[in-house]
């Protein structure tokens, strides 16, 4: 089992800025890609950003230009820099890993942090 702690949401006006970090621990090993969703209410989850064990990164459209993912694989940890948010950016953000197992590719999330852009 991997276990994912999230932090650093909260309330910013329009323009602003958040940083989201992520620590994992238990079983982290054969870890994939780490990343951060999302889920604004009754909308589905989507992808904001992922990295993987390499380290490339893949974005959502929506955010491309604006947020940044990083991880610190001595840390065991991922953020996500998020600049220049707007309303439209407010969700619940779920921090995400992938790893590998015997039984395939298994996803693990945060329990969430809430992000609220408004004035």
């Known amino acids: 089992q991997v276990q994912l702690v999230e932090s650093g949401g909260g309330l910013v006006q329009p323009g602003g800025s958040l940083r989201l970090s992520c620590a994992a621990s238990?079983?982290?090993?054969?870890?994939?890609?780490m990343g951060w969703y999302r889920q604004a209410p009754g909308k589905q989850r989507e992808l904001v950003a992922v990295?993987?064990?390499?380290?490339?990164?893949n974005y959502a459209d929506s955010v491309k230009g604006r947020f940044t993912i990083s991880r610190d694989n001595a840390k065991n940890t991922v953020s996500l820099q998020m600049n220049s948010l707007k309303p439209e950016d407010t969700a619940v953000y779920y921090c995400?890993?992938?790893?590998?197992?015997?039984?395939?590719?298994?996803?693990?999330w945060g329990q969430g942090t809430q992000v609220t852009v408004s004035s």
């Open positions: 990295i993987t064990s390499g380290g490339s990164t």
């Open positions: 995400n890993v992938l790893r590998a197992s015997s039984v395939g590719a298994q996803h693990y």
């Open positions: 238990g079983s982290i090993f054969s870890i994939l890609a």
